[in-house]
Antibody, heavy 122, light 109 residues
Framework: QLQLQESGPGLVKPSETLSLTCSVS??????????WGWIRQSPGRGLEWIGH???????YYNPSLRNRVAISLDTSKNHFSLKLRSVTAADTAVYYC??????????????WGQGTLVTVSS | DIQITQSPSSLSASVGDRVTITCQAS??????LNWYQQRPGKAPKLLIY???NLQTGVPSRFSGSGSGTHFAFTISSLQPEDIATYYC???????????FGPGTKVEIK
């Protein structure tokens, strides 16, 4: 059974870079069958797709975040990562990673990690 | 950008009631709509994909319908464990362009 687990600092200062890692167990991210995605959730913005990455390294980002975000993967460690630059209080949210269907057909997220709260504050 | 509206924003129903939530897209998205359940303090869980397909392991009291711009999600007989917020999610222009609805909070009377 595939499981995902987010990890990273829970507090980031304004203007700095938010960095999170999603560790995957019970399956390999080195597969052509899925994307690997990041989603965040905040009271003000609701659920917001951030972007996703394919095993070959292709990335796709939400246009509203494209100039600040980078997603990468490390198949040797079976994990993928999120970096969000120049954060502000508006980036405070629970961040989720998820397996993302959509390579061939569809586009949905299943399963999700448990989520990690990141607060942007000095 | 495609906008998604969801209604109602919240509802209260009795155990055993039939509950329906709707999502409307600002333009035709064919059947490119999914439904999730988020219990308090937990991550969202996929229930329905591509408008009407029940995800493996999800109870059959959950169902989805619709295409184009109007979609519905139904719980045929509300159970206490169904207390959650339900979200629709649309996609188009693969592989990008994913947006979620604002959610419907379901409570027990």
């Amino acid at each position: 059974q595939l499981q995902l687990q987010e990890s990273g600092p829970g507090l980031v200062k304004p203007s700095e870079t938010l960095s999170l890692t999603c560790s995957v167990s019970g399956g390999s991210i080195n597969t052509s069958s899925y994307y690997w995605g990041w989603i965040r959730q905040s009271p003000g913005r609701g659920l917001e797709w951030i972007g996703h990455i394919y095993y070959a390294g292709d990335t796709y980002y939400n246009p509203s975040l494209r100039n600040r975000v980078a997603i990468s993967l490390d198949t040797s460690k079976n994990h993928f990562s999120l970096k969000l630059r120049s954060v502000t209080a508006a980036d405070t949210a629970v961040y989720y990673c998820a397996r993302q269907y959509g390579v061939i057909i569809g586009n949905w997220f299943d399963p999700w990690g448990q989520g990690t709260l990141v607060t942007v504050s000095s | 950008d495609i906008q998604i509206t969801q209604s109602p924003s919240s509802l209260s129903a009795s155990v055993g009631d039939r509950v329906t939530i709707t999502c409307q897209a600002s333009q035709d998205i064919r059947k490119n709509l999914n439904w999730y359940q988020q219990r308090p303090g937990k991550a969202p869980k996929l229930l329905i994909y591509d408008a009407s397909n029940l995800q493996t392991g999800v109870p059959s009291r959950f169902s989805g319908s619709g295409s184009g711009t109007h979609f519905a999600f139904t719980i045929s007989s509300l159970q206490p464990e169904d207390i959650a917020t339900y979200y629709c999610q649309q996609y188009n222009n693969l592989p990008a362009a994913v947006t979620f609805g604002p959610g419907t909070k379901v409570e027990i009377k």
